[in-house]
């Protein structure tokens, strides 16, 4: 099996929780949907992390993954809650995106 789709996959079923708990938390009227969803998530991951470090090496595959979490939920937040985008975040995403590229070397 190719573990590049478990890669990609990785970091999005990860962050996914965190949307939902945050949808769940900014709601006035409590929806324990949202605490559901989240806890699939954080079972597809722990599956997902199962499957990948049968394969790989942890400290890349939990770097690559953070990393690119990271990125998703910078954007995410600007895009989705509007959240303010700030010279340190940008920094932030940079400075990761560059430790990404040595890492991956």
Same mark, same amino acid.
């Given at each position: 099996?190719? /573990?590049? @789709?478990?890669? =990609?996959?990785? @970091? ?15 709601? *006035?009227?409590?929806?324990? %949907? ?16 199962? %499957?990948?470090? %049968?394969?790989?090496?942890?400290? %890349?595959?939990?770097?690559? *993954? ?11 937040? =600007?895009? /989705?809650? *509007? ?12 400075? *990761? /995106? ?8």
């Amino acid at each position: 099996m190719n /573990i590049l @789709p478990l890669y =990609i996959l990785l @970091p999005i079923v990860a962050i996914l929780p965190v949307f939902f708990i945050k949808n769940y938390v900014s709601k *006035s009227n409590r929806d324990y %949907k949202y605490i559901l969803f989240a806890l699939i998530g954080y079972i597809t991951l722990t599956y997902l992390y199962i %499957k990948l470090l %049968k394969k790989g090496d942890m400290t %890349k595959i939990f770097f690559v *993954s953070q990393i690119i979490q990271m990125i998703i939920i910078f954007l995410g937040s =600007i895009l /989705i809650y *509007s959240e303010n985008i700030t010279r340190n975040k940008i920094i932030g995403v940079i400075v *990761s /995106i560059i430790a990404l590229y040595f890492f991956s070397q």
